[in-house]
């Protein structure tokens, strides 16, 4: 059993940064990072698959980059420009698959981690 566990989440005003961090506790080849606001379905962020080959949102390309460090277990979520619509509980998630799932179809899901931009 995968356990993830988010951090890094707070209030910041447009156009500043956060990074979000991601400890799990065993290794799997597909993490993502996926958002959801009230009211709306929760949609993926930014994924990495097992060959550290990255896939983006259209709306998060250029500002949000994902990392990870297997050696300290952790998944990245690096959010630069950050704009009030990017306000969300973000989750992280892993899938066992080398491949990401397209869709939401991940294994393991974190608590999530609130990010909240202020215009």
């Known amino acids: 059993q995968v356990q993830l566990a988010e951090s890094g989440g707070g209030s910041v005003q447009a156009g500043g940064s956060l990074r979000l961090s991601c400890i799990r506790n065993?290794?799997?080849?597909?993490m993502g990072w996926f958002r959801q606001s009230p009211g709306k379905e929760r949609e993926m962020v930014a994924r990495i698959n097992g060959a550290s080959v990255t896939t983006y949102a259209d709306s998060v390309k250029g500002r949000f980059t994902i990392s990870r460090d297997n050696a300290k277990n952790t998944l990245y979520l690096q959010m630069n420009s950050l704009k009030p619509e990017d306000t969300a509980m973000y989750y992280c998630?892993?899938?066992?698959?080398?491949?990401?799932?397209?869709?939401?179809?991940?294994?393991?899901w974190g608590r999530g981690t609130q990010v909240t931009v202020s215009s």
């Open positions: 998630a892993a899938a066992v698959t080398w491949t990401c799932p397209l869709g939401n179809e991940y294994n393991y």
């Open positions: 065993g290794y799997t080849y597909c």
